[in-house]
């Protein structure tokens, strides 16, 4: 049950950073209309996905410690 609330969570945190991930993506894609730089968005676009990426698993960690010392 606690697990399965956990992961339910987990889930919505996922979404709501690939919501943002994609709203920003959107955002850059309409701001820059140029071909020349294809190649440096996608570099920060990737660089960006793996910060986020790196906040997560933080998070993730961060909510696993809390419940482990609350049980």
């Not at 730089?37 to 909510?63: D, K």
Request: proline share 0%; with cysteine; glycine share 0%.
């Amino acid at each position: 049950m606690l697990l399965l609330l956990l992961l339910l969570l987990l889930l919505l945190l996922l979404l709501l950073l690939l919501l943002l991930l994609l709203h920003h993506h959107h955002h850059h894609h309409h701001h820059h209309h140029h071909h020349h730089h294809h190649h440096h968005h996608h570099h920060h676009h990737h660089h960006l996905f793996y910060h986020v990426n790196y906040y997560y698993f933080y998070y993730y960690c961060y909510y696993y410690y809390y419940f482990y010392y609350y049980y």
